[in-house]
């Protein structure tokens, strides 16, 4: 009996879970759409790179759909359970609030799994691959884009123009460079001969000329300085060809495995603001996954409901209940990050509370109490009242 009621729970919350995911990560990777699009129609890029893009980021957008699907589909669920009275009847067959938890308690520990999993290992590799994804793409542009006896304005500051490129694109010849990134004294580069070299460790693209001179003009348009060289290298910002800019050498704290993230906070050197950075991101990898557990407190006694609206009402909630949960997370991450609380507390706060919440109301409406101790017919018959004397007033002083 126990088994059928628990299959039957579990089908009835797993299969808007999987829709509402769906839905949900769509969304979300809609927001990257217009950029993927751009990629591939304005900057050349293949459509295997930009399926690439979108594999990396998966991860990313499933840490945040898990969770917020288990609790919509649990609300949903419950609440058409109860909006059809189902709940109803097996509380009079002898069943408790209690024992509708095991079943909701497994698709919550599966969520629980697929988060844990994302956010130790896709996630980490998944961010830091993109970046060098994107850095790739760029170095791509960056050689491809620069075509022969064109003037090329692809990088910031640099107007670039080659009077040959051979056709295997190794070097180019009869180099002519307009630097601008100094506004007080713009220079001109003539090079017989360039090279394109990236180093994907540090993330940047150098154009590595031989041969040539620079010209300097001062601001006055009374000084000029020559100077001749045999190697003379400039560093190419490729934020414009591309969309990553380079000169990160280390990865960030989103980039980091559990073991970078322990190996960099235990470093004596480290700044305290990073510190706390480092901190926060340790225990958000932990404290993610436990919010689908969170979650599935909560939604067992608010599906438990009278109205026969279990759809629009479960979605409306469960929304508001994760708005609450992400604004107790950014407070406490700025609050963690600027040392007025500690990262831990700041991290773990939102499931606490939530969790504490979510116990106290499951409690009360397991032995059918009012969750806030206010006696609703007084209070209604006390608006009612207030209502019709006001109601009375206006209409004796039209």
């Known amino acids: 009996m ?10 009835e919350i797993s299969r808007p879970f999987f829709l509402i995911l769906f839905i949900l990560t769509f969304v979300l990777l809609m927001g990257r759409i217009l950029q993927l699009m ?9 459509l295997i790179s930009v399926l690439q893009l979108i594999l990396y980021l998966m991860p990313s957008f499933l840490v945040i759909t898990i969770p917020v699907s288990l609790l919509i589909s649990i609300l949903i669920g419950l609440g058409r359970m109860s909006g059809d009275n189902e709940i109803t009847v097996m509380k009079s067959s002898g069943l408790s609030l209690y024992q509708l938890i095991p079943p909701v308690a497994v698709i919550a520990a599966g969520a629980f799994i697929a988060t844990a999993l994302m956010g130790f290992f896709l996630v980490p590799g998944g961010n830091f691959a993109t970046k060098t994804l994107l850095f790739e793409i760029a170095r791509q542009k960056a050689s491809i884009g620069i075509k022969e006896k064109v003037f090329n ?16 694109g190794d070097f180019m010849e009869g180099i002519f460079i307009y630097d601008s990134r100094t506004a ?9 001969r360039g090279y394109l070299v990236s180093n994907p460790e540090s993330l940047t693209v ?24 045999s190697s003379y290298n400039i560093n190419l910002d490729i934020s414009r060809a591309g969309p990553a800019a380079g000169g990160d050498v280390t990865k960030d704290s ?5 073991t970078e993230l322990a190996r960099e906070i235990g470093k004596t050197s480290l700044p305290d603001r990073l510190r706390r950075e480092l901190v926060l991101e340790l225990n958000h990898k932990f404290t993610i996954p436990l919010s689908c557990l969170v979650f599935g407190i909560l939604g067992i006694p608010l599906g438990i409901v009278r109205q026969r609206s279990g759809k629009s009402r479960g979605f409306v909630v469960g929304l508001c209940i994760v708005m609450i949960y992400y604004v107790l997370q950014l407070s406490g991450e700025a609050l963690g990050e600027t040392g007025r609380i500690s990262p831990v507390i700041g991290a773990w706060g939102p499931n ?3 969790g504490i919440l979510g116990i106290h109301i499951l ?12 006696d609703t017919g007084r209070l209604t018959s006390s608006v009612m009242a207030a209502t019709r004397r006001l109601t009375g007033k206006g209409q004796r002083g039209a």
């Open 2 to 11: 126990h088994r059928i009621i628990s299959r039957y729970i579990i089908g």
């Open 38 to 46: 751009d990629l591939m129609i304005n900057k050349g890029i293949s």
């Open 153 to 168: 304005d692809d990088f910031a500051g640099l107007v670039l123009y080659a009077d040959s490129i051979p056709v295997h």
């Open 184 to 192: 007080q004294e713009p220079m001109t580069i003539i090079a017989n």
């Open 206 to 229: 150098t154009l590595r000329l031989e041969r040539g001179s620079t010209h300097t003009v001062g601001q006055d348009l009374q000084n000029y300085k020559k100077m001749e060289f």
């Open 254 to 258: 989103r980039e980091m495995s559990l």
């Open 352 to 354: 606490i509370v939530l």
């Open 363 to 374: 409690v009360k409406t397991a032995r059918e109490e009012a969750v806030i101790p206010v």
